[in-house]
C-alpha cells in the first residue's frame, strides 16, 4: 500500500529541504522569497522565527559558511551554526553597519573612543563585535584579548582576523572563570553552551581575568562577557582589574543563570558592580542584524527594568563611576523592555525612534 502524499512528516520536509539547499542556486531562490513573505505575510507572531526561520535553516549544514562585508569594509567569514548566522544571511547585502545586536555594538564601539586600555572579550565567537571593536582601537595602540574555548569557532575568528590583516588581536582557547588552571568544558552546542567541570586533563583550561592581566601586565579600558552563565564567574576573577583600572563593562544576562525574582539590584553581578560605585543599566537591544543607524542607544534604569515574560537574556552595561552621558549618544529610560521585539506590544517592545 503506498503512503498518502499528503501525509508528510516534519522530518520528511526537514529532508527535503536540507537535499534542495545543497544546490546553491536553488538555495538562494528560496531564501529571496522568504524575504518577499516577511514583507508581506500576516501573522500573529514573529513571522521569522516561526515561519522562514525554520525553512531557511532546514537548508543549511552546519559546516556551511558564508561571508559578509561591511560598510566599512571589514569582512567576515561565519559558519551557520546559529540564529546569528541566518539572520545575518537574511540581511541586506549592502550597507550592512554591524553584525549582531545593532545597539550593543554601538555602545561597544562609542566605548573605544574613550578606552584608556585594552579590550579583553570573553565569548568572542567568530568575532562578530570583537572585530570591529578592535579596528577602532588599533589607531590608539590598543590591544583585543579574545577568550574563545569553542574551538569551531575560534578557528572562525583567527581566519577573520588574518581576512583583514588586523595585528592587535590575541586570541585564548580558554575560558575565563573566578580561578585559574581549572579543566572545563563545553556543554550544549554552540553559541548556547555553558561551561561545567570536566575531568583533569580534559576540555580547556580557565584563567581570572586578574592573573591574565598581572602575567602580562596589561592596563583594560573596557570589557565584554556574552558566555552564558560564566559572567558572574569571570567578573569574580576580575576584582582587581576592576577596582584598579575602572574598564567599562558590557556583560550578558540571562534568567537561565541569574536570579532575579528580587530585581536586578539584589542579584549577584549587579551588587558586584554596585559595591564599586559602578553605574549599572539594561540595554534595549533587538537580538539579531537590524539597521538601526539614527537611533540612540537606549538604557534602562536598573530599578526600573521590565523584566517579565519567559526565560530570556539582554546585555547590560556597568559605566565607571565617572562616566559621563551624551545625550546625543544615550536615552535612559524606566519601565520598558530590554528586548526590542517587533511583534510585540510597541509600549514595552520597541525603541522610541521605531523600527
Partial sequence: MQNDPRDLDGKRVAKALSLLGRREDLRQQVI???LE???VLEHDGSCREDITGPIVDAMHSEDDVYTKELSDGTRVSYLYRTKIARDLLLAPERNLTHLWEPQTTKLLLHLTESAAGDLIVGGAYFGDQALLAGKRLA???LRVHCFEPNDAQAGMLLSNIALNEFKNFTVHKMGLWSSSGKSMRL????S???VVAAPDGEGFDTITIDDFVSANALKVGL????IEGSELAALQGARNTLSRDMPNVIFELHRSYVDWDNGLRETEICKLFLEMDYQVFAIRDINSHYEMPDHKIELVELDHV???GPHHGFNMVAFRPDFEFNDAVFRVMRRVSPKLLPHKDPRLHHPTEGF
Fill in 32 to 34: 529571496a522569497l522568504c
Fill in 37 to 39: 513573505a516577511e514583507s
Fill in 139 to 141: 589607531p590608539l595602540g
Fill in 187 to 190: 556543554d550544549g552546542f554552540d
Fill in 192 to 194: 548556547f553552551a555553558n
Fill in 223 to 226: 570589557v565584554q562577557l556574552d
Fill in 306 to 308: 521590565y523584566l517579565e
